[in-house]
């Protein structure tokens, strides 16, 4: 990746600091949950619905419970009897620890055999028999507006979010949330309108495929609980699971070790409360490791339909949009109200638009529930007005670049929701991506069957509000420092971002930082580790509470008249009279926000914006339909980089990551709403093979001025624009275009046939 | 996984005699019978080690004979391999990865008779012999004679395969071809095996088909006119007409045929590029 020479006034931030971890983890030292194992400690196996929807009349547990080494098998009911309500969820409390009453998809949890042998637990687990009432389902996230299969008989909002409050009690409905903004006069600039171009884009259900997969240990006494975790949010698994049992937080205790991968999966409550539950029931370490295969009945990414309409002048200027957007949740919520609302407000894109009319709809179906995934909602989002305006562009025989520069929500001006750009280089990171595909150049076309084309598309997304992060920083009498943050190292290198933040501010080395890991007797509260917000947010707390220790420390220094840059052992000897003390800073961090009017409005959505844009050229096969990605050019306003060389593995690991999504991954469900490919073998991810001939990466030099030191969040960046950079630059080479993913070489090779048979 | 019995036998003959048993199975690389085991879709009682049966090695005398448990890793770096069979390491180079390369062996890859595999439609194309071992003694069959149908073979459940052996290349140009429609290391969803000796054309078509099959119709289209354009046209279409091909998470049918069709014809264009 391209970047500036480092700086000899921020030593440590800026740095492509090796990760703090590498050597543990090529070791083999670092700790992970899978690895745990308690003394007495019982394995659980999940026994899962084999019906799409349907009332439970019967669950017969005696075969399995008759299985030699078996302790226990615990059903829905018996939960019931340790937690009347035992229902969680972080927007809505809709999901039950296990099934009560009726099942929602094919693989909700049913029931748990537990035994000290998981292959006893395994066996057994098969001889559950569980007997449904078979109901009406529903799959399409379309038809569930207004299908006559109803998924949930009430809506229970958790009471944590205003827009969902006026949902409580609501029956015969699948619409979880129905989030609306409008801006100035969309019909009558539609009505006025010189052109208008119409449009409809279809995502599939994908999983996020971590290499850890999910996995929970609880161990417990009469009086508290401790729960080891492969968790993004430890906070909140704290909060709801002494909500859940009427307990106090701080009988509590939820620990996190490094986790192998996230992206979404590991958020909220996912084994957590089932684990504490059969702790509880049995007096004995319970463990749940989920297979591979297992993860795609747990959290899945939305599949979605956007219907997008565009009024366009006959010189390219686009004077209204409307945008329609149904996200299918799946059987529960889990965020996904927050993914429609947050996602929702840019669906129109990064432009400048008067007249705005978005509607977004959360949905609940009969599938494997889905929630957050490496971009909350905005890959979904950019693949169809980045689709959009391609083909708009094309329609008018304008450029794609410069129909969006004509376009471009430039800094200052009103985003949809009336808050002003501010810190987000959407001009420069088009313009750099122009550059770097060489977009002026000549281009190879190819010729016979191979096909070449390219094609671009530029996102942003705001990040999520209103959330906390809290941090503490502990400086040691020989000047080393420890951080205390539940940010949760997934593997994205967090804690060396907030290693080089503390040493910054503290004037020490990185490498003479450590940092705790959550645990939530000992670090403080956080929100999560989501959204790409941890290094804004957590990093901001991580700065403040250093520069709360290097404040006292200083003082220190003139109250011991020592100069201003006496070493920070000399420090705490002169004051003890030998190595002894330490001196604790806190940070408390809150970004100010303003919540939207019922018009989406507000002066201020989001703390900062990401933009991302992405180049690719491709090789189509126009005898098979095979798009080989030749070229992957990913360009990102992500402030000012902490650690350089790991904002570029960020930013490809994500871009790499959504071109399986683009062109080969699928949950792919027969019309019973059996999931048809619950395996390696069937669901393929990217590949080293899969990668593109060329990857090139940049960061643009910006600064994100509320950042600590002018940076911002990057994990989900690169993702943003790849779906629609393929799309548009298949149609550049073979003159097709595809509106729905995943574009497999099956269709493409159809949209191909389809258009030599009309020519 | 249920628990089950391992046996490490020492000879050919306990090998066969522990096999005549309800529900054992032969072990010998294990990279897919672990996957099949775990997913609960085999539960042997009892697994039959090959490991200590002295059946890996690679001998050439005018024909190469392979030993059962030959690692395909093995196969793919010898020498006399690349000498005289090249289609052979140049198919293995992409067989699955190099983790499993390492492990699996010959003649697992054989009696799997999972038709998405690359081995049994090539040597099935280079007319390949197994030497097979049973309770009353050995046989030989072809390979395009080993398979059954979806994850069937012909053995009986007492019966090993020993060795494989391919007859010398002499003029003989070959080349296999496959083509995924997911991941680049996804099972293929066509692989074709062609190879042409003088005016003789012999076609394998595996993974669109429940099993490894020759297309009979496709290779008299051909006899004699490999180089000729319309008579490839005509092989092609041929070939995905005589080919019983269903949809699957592949491709559905019609795909699939397109795909046998332009296949055939490369594959056929790349065994006369062959350098042999």
Same mark, same amino acid.
């Given at each position: 990746?391209?970047?500036?020479?480092?700086?000899?006034?921020?030593?440590?931030?800026?740095?492509?600091?090796?990760?703090?971890?590498?050597?543990?983890?090529?070791?083999?030292?670092?700790?992970?949950?899978?690895?745990?194992?308690?003394?007495?400690?019982?394995?659980?196996?999940?026994?899962?619905?084999?019906?799409?929807?349907?009332?439970?009349?019967?669950?017969?547990? @005696?075969?399995?419970?008759?299985?030699?080494?078996?302790?226990?098998?615990?059903?829905?009911?018996?939960?019931?009897?340790?937690?009347? #309500?035992?229902?969680?969820?972080?927007?809505?409390?809709? %999901?039950?620890?296990?099934?009560?009453?009726?099942?929602?998809?094919?693989?909700?949890?049913?029931?748990?055999?537990?035994?000290?042998?998981?292959?006893?637990?395994?066996?057994?687990?098969?001889?559950?028999? *569980?007997?449904?009432?078979?109901?009406?389902?529903?799959?399409?996230?379309?038809?569930?507006?207004?299908?006559?299969?109803?998924?949930?008989?009430?809506?229970?909002?958790?009471?944590?979010?205003?827009?969902?409050?006026?949902?409580?009690?609501?029956?015969?409905?699948?619409?979880?949330?129905?989030?609306?903004?409008?801006?100035?006069?969309?019909?009558?600039?539609?009505?006025?309108?010189?052109?208008?171009?119409?449009?409809?884009?279809?995502?599939?259900?994908?999983?996020?495929?971590?290499?850890?997969?999910?996995?929970?240990?609880?161990?417990?006494?009469?009086?508290?609980?401790?729960?080891?975790?492969?968790?993004?949010?430890?906070?909140?698994?704290?909060?709801?699971?002494?909500?859940?049992?009427?307990?106090?937080?701080?009988?509590?205790?939820?620990?996190?070790?490094?986790?192998?991968?996230?992206?979404?999966?590991?958020?909220?409550?996912?084994?957590?409360?089932?684990?504490?539950?059969?702790?509880?029931?049995?007096?004995?370490?319970?463990?749940?490791?989920?297979?591979?295969?297992?993860?795609?009945?747990?959290?899945?990414?939305?599949?979605?339909?956007?219907?997008?309409?565009?009024?366009?002048?006959?010189?390219?200027?686009?004077?209204?949009?409307?945008?329609?957007?149904?996200?299918?949740?799946?059987?529960?919520?889990?965020? !996904?109200?927050?993914?429609? %609302?947050?996602?929702?407000?840019?669906?129109?894109?990064?432009?400048?638009?008067?007249?705005?009319?978005?509607?977004?709809?959360?949905?609940?179906?009969?599938?494997?529930?889905?929630?957050?995934?490496?971009?909350?909602?905005?890959?979904?989002?950019?693949?169809?007005?980045?689709?959009?305006?391609?083909?708009?562009?094309?329609?008018?025989?304008?450029?794609?670049?410069?129909?969006?520069?004509?376009?471009?929500?430039?800094?200052?001006?009103?985003?949809?929701?009336?808050?002003?750009?501010?810190?987000?280089?959407?001009?420069?990171?088009? #313009?750099?991506?122009?550059?770097?595909?060489?977009?002026?150049?000549?281009?190879?076309? !190819?010729?016979?069957?191979?096909?070449? !084309?390219?094609?671009?598309?530029?996102?942003?997304?705001?990040?999520?509000?209103?959330?906390?992060?809290? *941090?503490?920083?502990?400086?040691? *009498?020989? !000047?080393?420092?420890?951080?205390?943050?539940?940010?949760?190292?997934?593997?994205?290198?967090?804690?060396?971002?907030?290693?080089?933040?503390?040493?910054?501010?503290?004037?020490?080395?990185?490498?003479?930082?450590?940092?705790?890991?959550?645990?939530?007797?000992?670090?403080?509260?956080?929100?999560?580790?989501?959204?790409?917000?941890?290094?804004?947010?957590?990093?901001?707390?991580?700065?403040? @509470?250093? #520069?709360?220790?290097?404040?006292?420390?200083?003082?220190?220094?003139?109250?011991?008249?020592?100069?201003?840059?006496?070493?920070? *052992?000399?420090?705490?000897?002169?004051?003890?009279?030998?190595?002894?003390?330490?001196?604790?800073?806190?940070?408390?961090?809150?970004?100010?926000?303003?919540?939207?009017?019922?018009?989406? %409005?507000?002066?201020?959505?989001?703390?900062?914006?990401?933009?991302?844009?992405?180049?690719?050229?491709?090789?189509?096969?126009?005898?098979?339909?095979?798009?080989?990605?030749?070229?992957?050019?990913?360009?990102?306003?992500?402030?000012?980089?902490?650690?350089?060389?790991?904002?570029?593995?960020?930013?490809?690991?994500?871009?790499?990551? %959504?071109?399986?999504?683009?062109?080969?991954?699928?949950?792919?469900?027969?019309?019973?709403?059996?999931?048809?490919?619950?395996?390696?073998?069937?669901?393929?991810?990217?590949?080293?093979?899969?990668?593109?001939?060329?990857?090139?990466?940049?960061?643009?030099?910006?600064?994100?001025?509320?950042?600590?030191?002018?940076?911002?969040?990057?994990?989900?960046?690169?993702?943003?624009?790849?779906?629609?950079?393929?799309?548009?630059?298949?149609?550049?080479?073979?003159?097709?275009?595809?509106?729905?993913?995943?574009?497999?070489?099956?269709?493409?090779?159809?949209?191909?046939?389809?258009?030599?048979?009309?020519? | 996984?249920?628990?089950?019995?391992?046996?490490?036998?020492?000879?050919?003959?306990?090998?066969?005699?522990?096999?005549?048993?309800?529900?054992?199975?032969?072990?010998?690389?294990?990279?897919?019978?672990?996957?099949?085991?775990?997913?609960?879709?085999?539960?042997?009682?009892?697994?039959?080690?090959?490991?200590?049966?002295?059946?890996?090695?690679?001998?050439?005398?005018?024909?190469?004979?392979?030993?059962?448990?030959?690692?395909?890793?093995?196969?793919?770096?010898?020498?006399?391999?690349?000498?005289?069979?090249?289609?052979?390491?140049?198919?293995?180079?992409?067989?699955?990865?190099?983790?499993?390369?390492?492990?699996?062996?010959?003649?697992?890859?054989?009696?799997?008779?999972?038709?998405?595999?690359?081995?049994?439609?090539?040597?099935?194309?280079?007319?390949?012999?197994?030497?097979?071992? /049973?309770?009353?003694?050995?046989?030989?069959?072809?390979?395009?004679?080993?398979?059954? /149908?979806?994850?069937?073979?012909?053995?009986?459940?007492?019966?090993?395969?020993?060795?494989?052996?391919?007859?010398?290349?002499?003029?003989?140009?070959?080349?296999?071809?496959?083509?995924?429609?997911?991941?680049?290391?996804?099972?293929?969803?066509?692989?074709?095996?062609?190879?042409?000796?003088?005016?003789?054309?012999?076609?394998?078509?595996?993974?669109?088909?429940?099993?490894?099959?020759?297309?009979?119709?496709?290779?008299?289209?051909?006899?004699?006119?490999?180089?000729?354009?319309?008579?490839?046209?005509?092989?092609?279409?041929?070939?995905?007409?005589?080919?019983?091909?269903?949809?699957?998470?592949?491709?559905?049918?019609?795909?699939?045929?397109?795909?046998?069709?332009?296949?055939?014809?490369?594959?056929?264009?790349?065994?006369?590029?062959?350098?042999?």
């Amino acid at each position: 990746m391209k970047r500036a020479g480092q700086s000899t006034e921020t030593p440590q931030v800026g740095r492509s600091v090796p990760r703090l971890e590498s050597w543990l983890k090529v070791t083999g030292r670092a700790e992970y949950v899978h690895n745990l194992r308690l003394p007495g400690m019982l394995y659980g196996k999940i026994c899962r619905s084999t019906v799409a929807h349907g009332r439970i009349k019967r669950i017969d547990v @005696a075969a399995a419970q008759a299985v030699g080494g078996v302790y226990r098998v615990v059903t829905g009911e018996d939960i019931r009897k340790l937690i009347p #309500e035992p229902y969680y969820g972080p927007a809505f409390h809709d %999901q039950p620890v296990l099934a009560l009453e009726k099942v929602r998809y094919v693989g909700e949890p049913v029931a748990v055999v537990l035994a000290a042998d998981p292959h006893v637990a395994e066996e057994a687990a098969h001889l559950v028999v *569980a007997e449904y009432e078979e109901l009406p389902a529903v799959y399409d996230e379309v038809e569930a507006v207004s299908s006559k299969a109803i998924v949930h008989d009430a809506l229970k909002p958790a009471g944590t979010f205003p827009d969902l409050k006026h949902l409580k009690g609501k029956t015969n409905t699948n619409v979880a949330l129905d989030f609306r903004l409008r801006r100035g006069d969309p019909d009558t600039a539609m009505g006025k309108a010189e052109r208008v171009f119409e449009h409809r884009f279809r995502t599939q259900q994908v999983m996020h495929t971590p290499l850890e997969p999910l996995v929970s240990v609880a161990e417990s006494t009469d009086s508290s609980i401790t729960i080891h975790t492969a968790s993004q949010s430890p906070s909140f698994v704290r909060i709801e699971i002494a909500r859940l049992l009427g307990w106090p937080e701080n009988r509590v205790r939820v620990r996190v070790p490094f986790l192998g991968g996230g992206f979404g999966a590991k958020l909220y409550i996912k084994l957590e409360a089932l684990v504490s539950v059969l702790s509880l029931l049995t007096r004995k370490p319970v463990k749940i490791s989920l297979t591979m295969e297992e993860q795609f009945f747990t959290i899945t990414k939305h599949a979605s339909t956007f219907r997008i309409k565009s009024a366009v002048t006959q010189d390219g200027r686009i004077v209204a949009r409307e945008c329609e957007v149904w996200w299918n949740g799946g059987a529960y919520a889990d965020i !996904g109200p927050r993914v429609t %609302q947050k996602s929702g407000f840019t669906a129109p894109g990064p432009y400048d638009i008067d007249n705005v009319r978005i509607d977004s709809y959360a949905l609940y179906t009969n599938l494997p529930p889905a929630g957050a995934l490496r971009g909350f909602g905005i890959p979904q989002l950019v693949w169809a007005y980045e689709s959009h305006t391609d083909m708009i562009a094309r329609e008018l025989g304008i450029d794609p670049i410069e129909f969006r520069r004509r376009n471009l929500l430039r800094e200052g001006r009103p985003q949809a929701t009336g808050t002003r750009m501010k810190d987000a280089a959407l001009e420069k990171v088009l #313009e750099r991506v122009a550059a770097l595909m060489n977009w002026n150049d000549a281009f190879d076309r !190819g010729g016979g069957t191979l096909r070449r !084309g390219r094609g671009i598309a530029l996102g942003f997304k705001a990040c999520i509000a209103n959330t906390t992060s809290l *941090a503490a920083v502990n400086v040691n *009498a020989d !000047g080393s420092c420890t951080v205390y943050t539940s940010c949760v190292d997934m593997g994205q290198a967090s804690d060396t971002a907030m290693a080089q933040i503390a040493a910054e501010v503290l004037r020490i080395p990185t490498e003479a930082v450590t940092v705790v890991h959550s645990d939530t007797d000992v670090t403080p509260f956080d929100m999560a580790t989501l959204g790409s917000r941890s290094l804004f947010h957590s990093g901001n707390a991580v700065k403040l @509470a250093a #520069e709360d220790a290097i404040g006292k420390i200083d003082q220190l220094r003139q109250e011991l008249h020592l100069p201003a840059d006496a070493p920070i *052992a000399d420090v705490f000897k002169k004051k003890y009279g030998m190595r002894a003390g330490s001196v604790m800073g806190a940070g408390n961090f809150i970004p100010p926000y303003t919540p939207p009017d019922e018009n989406g %409005q507000t002066d201020n959505a989001t703390p900062f914006w990401m933009v991302g844009a992405t180049g690719v050229e491709v090789e189509v096969d126009t005898e098979t339909g095979r798009v080989r990605l030749t070229r992957l050019v990913n360009v990102a306003d992500v402030g000012a980089p902490i650690n350089p060389r790991i904002v570029e593995t960020q930013l490809s690991g994500a871009a790499i990551m %959504q071109l399986g999504f683009s062109l080969f991954e699928k949950m792919q469900f027969d019309a019973d709403g059996q999931l048809r490919n619950a395996s390696f073998a069937e669901y393929k991810i990217p590949g080293f093979h899969d990668l593109p001939g060329e990857i090139v990466n940049e960061a643009v030099v910006a600064q994100q001025s509320t950042g600590p030191f002018g940076g911002k969040g990057v994990g989900e960046t690169g993702t943003f624009g790849v779906s629609p950079a393929i799309a548009n630059a298949i149609h550049d080479a073979v003159g097709v275009r595809l509106t729905s993913l995943p574009m497999n070489p099956e269709a493409v090779f159809n949209a191909i046939s389809i258009k030599s048979g009309r020519e | 996984m249920t628990p089950f019995e391992l046996a490490e036998p020492g000879t050919l003959a306990q090998a066969v005699s522990l096999l005549d048993a309800e529900n054992a199975r032969p072990l010998s690389g294990g990279t897919a019978l672990m996957l099949m085991m775990k997913a609960g879709v085999l539960r042997p009682a009892r697994l039959v080690s090959l490991r200590k049966l002295g059946l890996d090695g690679i001998r050439v005398d005018g024909e190469l004979r392979i030993g059962a448990m030959t690692s395909l890793r093995e196969l793919e770096r010898s020498a006399q391999v690349k000498a005289g069979w090249p289609v052979i390491t140049r198919a293995l180079r992409t067989l699955s990865n190099v983790r499993v390369r390492n492990v699996a062996t010959v003649g697992g890859a054989l009696a799997h008779a999972d038709p998405h595999m690359d081995l049994p439609p090539l040597l099935a194309a280079l007319g390949a012999q197994v030497t097979i071992a /049973g309770p009353r003694g050995e046989r030989r069959l072809a390979v395009e004679a080993l398979y059954a /149908g979806y994850l069937e073979n012909t053995l009986a459940r007492d019966e090993l395969i020993t060795q494989v052996t391919i007859p010398s290349m002499g003029k003989t140009r070959a080349a296999y071809l496959k083509c995924t429609t997911r991941s680049a290391d996804d099972w293929p969803a066509v692989g074709i095996a062609v190879a042409i000796d003088g005016d003789e054309v012999r076609v394998v078509l595996g993974a669109a088909t429940d099993k490894p099959v020759r297309l009979a119709a496709a290779e008299r289209l051909l006899k004699g006119r490999a180089a000729d354009p319309k008579a490839l046209d005509e092989a092609a279409e041929a070939a995905a007409e005589e080919a019983s091909i269903e949809g699957d998470s592949h491709g559905s049918a019609a795909y699939k045929k397109q795909l046998v069709r332009v296949y055939l014809k490369r594959t056929v264009h790349e065994a006369r590029r062959a350098i042999h």
